[in-house]
T-cell receptor, first 118, second 113 residues
Framework: GAVVSQHPSRVICKSGTSVKIECRSL??????MFWYRQFPKQSLMLMAT?????????EQGVEKDKFLINHASLTLSTLTVTSAHPEDSSFYIC??????????????FGDGTRLSIL | GESVGLHLPTLSVQEGDNSIINCAYS??????FIWYKQESGKGPQFIID?????DKRQGQRVTVLLNKTVKHLSLQIAATQPGDSAVYFC????????????FGSGTRLLVRP
């Protein structure tokens, strides 16, 4: 159980393109999903918390107009990197928490999207 | 331009030996801790978790120890196998943080056959 699917797994595109990444919880409903960014040989850094039916909450230093988040259903959150540039190249990973058990519930992660901007 | 990544600390062990991976966490108000395993090109995979009201928890071949006094977490892997080779991250959830996870810097585990 608790499977999170992320699509696409890899994107290569030209500078200036906008790229949409999807995150789906396959066997549970998630009112909250999370988006992370990971550079090579580094840890995961939380970018934003995606809330179903309301605005996302962005971490300090993350541009909300650059990284658009939509959480329109209980099983789908999308991250759109607008007008992507080479410095946006990274590994983007989403996660979701299955419901219940209060705060003591592990987040389950998708397999990430490798974004390469030429 | 491309970021210059930090060099991950590496633990090299012989197949069959026990591994101990350590983590120092930052927030004394954290009340929930998780160990994740990340293989190359994949997302983190849940291994084991522990609440702050416990100091030890065991799973299959894995044990997590929590020392709140010194804010230290460890993951012990018994009879380490080649498939255990990966990067291991500890993560903490501060109380009242809306379930946010704060990840540690990670340790690469290499298992020698």
């Amino acid at each position: 159980g608790a499977v999170v699917s992320q699509h696409p797994s890899r994107v290569i595109c030209k500078s200036g393109t906008s790229v949409k990444i999807e995150c789906r919880s396959l066997d549970f409903q998630a009112t909250t999903m999370f988006w992370y960014r990971q550079f090579p040989k580094q840890s995961l850094m939380l970018m934003a918390t995606s809330n179903e039916g309301s605005k996302a909450t962005y971490e300090q230093g993350v541009e909300k107009d650059k990284f658009l988040i939509n959480h329109a259903s209980l099983t789908l959150s999308t991250l759109t990197v607008t007008s992507a540039h080479p410095e946006d190249s990274s590994f983007y990973i989403c996660s979701a928490r299955p419901p219940g058990r209060g705060s003591n519930q592990p987040q389950h992660f998708g397999d990430g999207t490798r974004l390469s901007i030429l | 331009g491309e970021s210059v990544g930090l060099h991950l600390p590496t633990l090299s062990v012989q197949e069959g030996d026990n591994s101990i991976i350590n983590c120092a966490y930052s927030n004394s108000a954290s009340d929930y801790f998780i160990w994740y395993k990340q293989e190359s090109g994949k997302g983190p995979q849940f291994i084991i978790d522990i609440r702050s009201n416990m100091d030890k928890r065991q799973g299959q071949r894995v044990t997590v120890l929590l020392n709140k006094t010194v804010k230290h977490l460890s993951l012990q892997i018994a009879a380490t196998q080649p498939g255990d080779s990966a990067v291991y991250f500890c993560a903490e959830t501060p109380m009242d943080s809306s379930y946010k996870l704060i990840f540690g810097s990670g340790t690469r585990l290499l298992v020698r056959p």
